[in-house]
């Protein structure tokens, strides 16, 4: 009896400690700290937090890399007015760090003090914002034919910021270079540019992007100057010119500075003084063309860093001419005399006979249409009314030596009593076969 108590006394001494040693793990690992790494903009603010699941009223502490302790459960141990409680509680500690500098990049530890001590470390990341990019290596103006180097440099990244060019936001290759300095990075770019008047106006940026630069970039731009010599060209109003119209000329040049005024010039020499041509500073216009503005036209721009001329070539075309037909001739033409005609004068224009006593004049050109016109149309009358007579009497043949043959008993007697004819009947006889 006493052997089988003693057996049982053993085995429940067995259980207990079983028991503790499973309680005794699972409290640990209840209360084990639980951290999380940070990454903060520089000049930003830092949250550290340490929680536990299961706390026991054991106290939690923060220290910095150096060891210092930070904070020990509300307690604040560090002087530091940019290290603020945040929440302090027996799961959790929550400190704050504000304006946070590179300075403060480390491994931050939460400790809880239970036997043994726990403790959990979180890497707390600072990121260097890069500096606003300068350009350098640009003077202003540029001579068409220079050749520079642009240099765009930023410092103060971490990590190395990576840096663009662009060329009117179309994006262009530079040569990049990196240096350390300290825990940030100097990044330099370079552009090598051979300058012609196509990059007079032309805006070069240089763009900076970087992990800490989330909503925007850092960015420069500068434009070019490029100062090169006139090039001038003629635009004109219409293609083809005809008589008796509108044409304007506009002499473009195209230079920097820019060539003002122009000169125009004809044929080498100055433009005719004529009211007809106005000069009004790059146009030259004329306002009714004729074959006299027939000849080249120059146009002649002029810097300091040179001169330049276009030519037009001016040939005025007749107008075409637009004339309808009329089937009917026209009725003959009074001279448009500013007083009424009297019965010589209409005498005259109809007849063609001119009063001696008058003063000779021009000749009248319509006049003399219209007296040969009535002239045609009598005659075209004449001719048709000819025509039909002759028509009409086509074939009748009728003599004075057949009169009163109609009562004769043949021929030969009809000739014989033909009148007027009695002696000479033999000389007269015909023969119809």
């Given at each position: 009896?006493?052997?089988?108590?003693?057996?049982?006394?053993?085995?429940?001494?067995i259980?207990?400690i079983v028991?503790?040693?499973?309680?005794?793990?699972?409290?640990?690992?209840?209360?084990?700290?639980i951290?999380?790494?940070?990454?903060v903009t520089?000049?930003?603010?830092?949250?550290?937090?340490?929680?536990?699941?299961?706390n026991?009223?054991?106290?939690?502490?923060?220290?910095n890399?150096?060891q210092?302790?930070?904070?020990?459960?509300?307690?604040?141990?560090?002087?530091?007015?940019?290290i603020e409680?945040v929440?302090?509680?027996?799961?959790?500690?929550?400190?704050?760090?504000?304006?946070?500098?590179l300075?403060?990049?480390?491994?931050?530890t939460?400790?809880?003090?239970?036997?043994?001590?726990?403790?959990?470390?979180?890497?707390?990341?600072v990121?260097?914002?890069?500096?606003?990019?300068?350009?350098?290596?640009?003077?202003?103006?540029?001579?068409?034919?220079d050749?520079?180097?642009?240099?765009?440099?930023?410092?103060?990244?971490?990590?190395?910021?990576d840096?663009?060019?662009?060329?009117?936001?179309?994006?262009?290759?530079?040569?990049k270079?990196?240096?350390?300095?300290g825990?940030?990075?100097?990044?330099?770019?370079?552009?090598?540019?051979?300058?012609?008047?196509?990059?007079?106006?032309?805006?070069?940026?240089?763009?900076?992007?970087h992990?800490?630069?989330?909503?925007?970039?850092e960015e420069?731009?500068?434009?070019l100057?490029?100062?090169?010599?006139?090039?001038?060209?003629?635009?004109?109003?219409?293609?083809?010119?005809?008589?008796?119209?509108?044409?304007?000329l506009?002499?473009?040049?195209?230079?920097?500075?820019?060539?003002?005024?122009?000169?125009?010039?004809?044929?080498?020499?100055?433009?005719?003084?004529?009211?007809?041509v106005?000069?009004?500073?790059?146009?030259?216009?004329?306002?009714?063309?004729?074959?006299?503005?027939n000849?080249?036209?120059r146009?002649?721009?002029?810097?300091?860093?040179?001169?330049?001329?276009?030519?037009?070539?001016?040939?005025?075309?007749?107008?075409p001419?637009?004339?309808?037909?009329?089937t009917?001739?026209?009725?003959p033409?009074?001279?448009?005399?500013?007083?009424?005609?009297d019965?010589?004068?209409?005498?005259?224009?109809?007849?063609?006979?001119?009063?001696?006593?008058?003063?000779?004049?021009?000749?009248?050109?319509?006049?003399?249409?219209?007296?040969?016109?009535?002239?045609?149309?009598?005659?075209?009358?004449?001719?048709?009314?000819?025509?039909?007579?002759?028509a009409?009497?086509?074939g009748?043949?009728?003599?004075?030596?057949?009169?009163?043959?109609?009562?004769a008993?043949?021929?030969?007697?009809?000739?014989?009593?033909?009148?007027?004819n009695?002696a000479?009947?033999?000389?007269?006889?015909?023969?119809?076969?």
């Amino acid at each position: 009896m006493m052997v089988k108590q003693h057996m049982l006394f053993t085995l429940y001494s067995i259980c207990g400690i079983v028991l503790k040693d499973i309680l005794a793990i699972s409290g640990a690992q209840g209360q084990f700290p639980i951290v999380q790494n940070m990454t903060v903009t520089e000049g930003g603010i830092a949250n550290l937090t340490c929680r536990v699941e299961h706390n026991d009223n054991t106290s939690l502490q923060w220290s910095n890399p150096a060891q210092q302790t930070l904070f020990f459960g509300d307690k604040k141990a560090l002087r530091d007015n940019r290290i603020e409680l945040v929440r302090a509680t027996s799961q959790e500690l929550t400190i704050s760090i504000s304006e946070v500098t590179l300075a403060d990049e480390g491994m931050y530890t939460c400790s809880l003090f239970t036997m043994p001590v726990k403790t959990a470390k979180a890497f707390l990341t600072v990121l260097g914002v890069p500096k606003k990019p300068e350009i350098n290596g640009l003077t202003k103006p540029l001579l068409e034919g220079d050749q520079i180097t642009l240099t765009c440099v930023t410092s103060g990244s971490k990590p190395a910021a990576d840096v663009r060019w662009f060329k009117n936001e179309k994006e262009v290759k530079g040569a990049k270079e990196v240096n350390a300095s300290g825990k940030t990075f100097t990044v330099k770019s370079s552009l090598q540019l051979l300058v012609n008047r196509h990059d007079d106006g032309v805006a070069y940026t240089c763009r900076v992007d970087h992990v800490s630069l989330t909503a925007t970039h850092e960015e420069t731009t500068q434009v070019l100057e490029v100062h090169y010599a006139p090039y001038v060209e003629i635009k004109h109003s219409i293609p083809a010119p005809l008589e008796g119209q509108y044409l304007k000329l506009e002499c473009v040049p195209h230079g920097n500075p820019s060539p003002d005024p122009v000169l125009w010039t004809k044929d080498g020499g100055e433009l005719p003084d004529l009211d007809r041509v106005i000069v009004e500073g790059r146009e030259l216009t004329f306002m009714s063309l004729n074959k006299t503005d027939n000849g080249t036209y120059r146009c002649e721009a002029t810097n300091h860093l040179g001169t330049s001329q276009a030519e037009y070539k001016l040939v005025v075309k007749d107008a075409p001419t637009t004339s309808s037909p009329s089937t009917a001739s026209p009725a003959p033409t009074l001279p448009d005399n500013t007083g009424p005609l009297d019965s010589k004068d209409l005498n005259s224009a109809v007849t063609g006979n001119r009063d001696p006593n008058a003063l000779p004049g021009p000749p009248d050109h319509a006049l003399i249409g219209g007296i040969v016109a009535v002239v045609v149309f009598a005659t075209l009358c004449l001719i048709i009314v000819l025509g039909r007579y002759l028509a009409r009497h086509k074939g009748t043949y009728l003599t004075n030596e057949a009169k009163g043959a109609d009562d004769a008993p043949d021929a030969d007697t009809a000739i014989i009593n033909a009148d007027g004819n009695h002696a000479h009947a033999e000389e007269k006889k015909e023969y119809f076969i």
